[in-house]
């Protein structure tokens, strides 16, 4: 009876919801891997699904979270009424640019066939154009949830939706079927999520067309679509440029490798996605307390958590999956590093001060570095010279906005960021990636 109560009375915060929502999401993405490299599918046509979701990522997920980062601070103070009409419009401006994607990349996939994917066919562009279509407004759900304060209804989804995709994406391989089903799959999956969002919007959104609103939410989101857009675009350029360079299979290792800590990247972007209508009053000092304190707990999760896996990747990783995915545990050693930059949060407060122009000219920084240093460390040490490039390109760019934060409003590091805790995690976590890679392997 006391489990019984303590449960019911138990107050799950909409931060926690998101973050849980994320790391359940990025855990369907692992079985599916998983699923897949356990099956016959052979890593050929594994590099041609991951190239299909590394095109549908690419043309949309750049202006879909640039819009909804817009989303959230509009919202602040706003009654319920006022956030339905608000969800509404934002549903009409993600539906429009949801719909230009989907053209975009039917219409043009033969050239980027050519010029991306050294000359290998982008398979199924009718379903990929369908994908894009239903998944970037269905995208919307979670924060619909989140603006009307349902955090049950967050985790309630999120099982849910994902373990559909496992069963219709994951599944099919082992009943004998191939690529064009998966890839419809994702199809199907895709707009189930879309229905869902209707259900979702007719209970919660209020249908009355703004332009104004609409007009609003362009000229706040353009300039995060665009830092969106070259952010992101490190991921896109590191794909590219090995799609470009080597083969499907070696494609197909490196995004095995290239995932990053999923509990750093999750849970780091709920948290400054959930923070951002806090930090949208002019009382920032609670926030900044709030936020120092969730900084704080990830640390000590996070990078305990990542030094494991730095100490266990090499033989987990041929477990896992199987021995032709053994060389993508040193890509992902170096993408375990990202978690130095994940935890800095200098880019919530400056984007809830709508301080966009800062952001845009950092995120520009960042695509030159990683650029840069992608091509030149690709020709030199191959696929883990892109790697590298990501993380110094990362670093620097958190490096640049701490800065940016401190000149522009007087926020020094340690308001919003545990700095004793976080220096030693950073060195420690250094220290065991040098004698995991350059010691014992």
């Not at 990349?105 to 994917?117: Q, Y």
């Not at 209970?203 to 353009?222: D, E, H, N």
């Not at 300039?223 to 470009?244: E, Q, R």
């Not at 130095?340 to 800062?358: A, C, D, E, G, M």
Request: proline content about 5%; some cysteine.
């Amino acid at each position: 009876m006391a489990i019984k109560s303590a449960i019911k009375n138990y107050s799950l915060s909409n931060v926690s919801a998101l973050q849980f929502f994320q790391l359940v999401r990025y855990g369907a993405f692992i079985v599916i891997g998983i699923l897949l490299s356990k099956s016959a599918l052979g890593t050929a046509n594994i590099g041609h699904y991951e190239t299909f979701l590394l095109i549908a990522t690419a043309f949309s997920l750049f202006w879909v979270n640039g819009f909804l980062k817009s989303i959230l601070p509009e919202s602040s103070g706003k009654s319920n009424e006022d956030v339905g009409i608000l969800l509404f419009n934002s549903f009409i401006l993600l539906s429009i640019f949801a719909t230009v994607a989907a053209l975009t990349v039917f219409l043009l996939h033969k050239p980027f066939s050519s010029i991306l994917l050294n000359g290998n066919p982008v398979y199924m562009p009718a379903a990929l154009a369908g994908y894009i279509l239903f998944n970037s407004p269905s995208l919307l759900i979670e924060y619909v949830y989140l603006l009307n304060n349902r955090p049950k209804s967050i985790i309630s989804y999120g099982l849910i939706i994902f373990f559909i995709q496992i069963v219709i994406v994951g599944v099919p391989p082992f009943l004998g079927y191939g690529l064009n089903t998966i890839l419809m799959g994702l199809f199907f999956f895709s707009a189930l999520k879309f229905c869902w969002l209707l259900v979702v919007l007719k209970k919660y959104a209020r249908p009355v067309f703004m332009p104004k609103i609409i007009k609003t939410l362009i000229i706040a989101g353009l300039p995060l679509v665009l830092s969106m857009l070259l952010s992101s675009s490190a991921k896109y350029i590191d794909g590219f440029i090995i799609t470009s360079k080597f083969t499907p299979e070696d494609f197909a290792i490196f995004q095995y490798g290239a995932r990053e800590l999923p509990l750093a990247l999750l849970m780091a972007n709920s948290l400054g996605m959930a923070m951002l209508p806090r930090f949208a009053g002019k009382n920032i000092d609670s926030p900044l307390a709030e936020l120092r304190s969730e900084v704080s707990r990830l640390t000590w999760f996070l990078f305990p958590v990542s030094v494991v896996l730095l100490l266990s990747s090499h033989w987990l990783y041929p477990l896992v999956f199987n021995p032709q995915f053994e060389a993508s545990a040193t890509i992902f050693n170096i993408y375990l590093l990202l978690v130095i930059s994940r935890v800095l949060f200098p880019q919530t407060i400056l984007i809830s001060k709508k301080i966009n122009r800062t952001i845009v000219r950092a995120s520009l920084f960042e695509v030159i570095i990683n650029a840069g240093f992608s091509i030149f460390l690709a020709n030199k040490i191959g696929m883990v010279g892109v790697a590298y490039a990501t993380f110094i390109a990362y670093l620097l760019e958190k490096i640049y906005l701490v800065i940016a934060l401190k000149r522009k409003f007087g926020i020094t590091p340690g308001k919003y960021l545990p700095l004793k805790v976080y220096f030693i995690s950073s060195f420690f976590l250094i220290a065991t990636f040098i004698l995991v890679e350059f010691i014992l392997y």
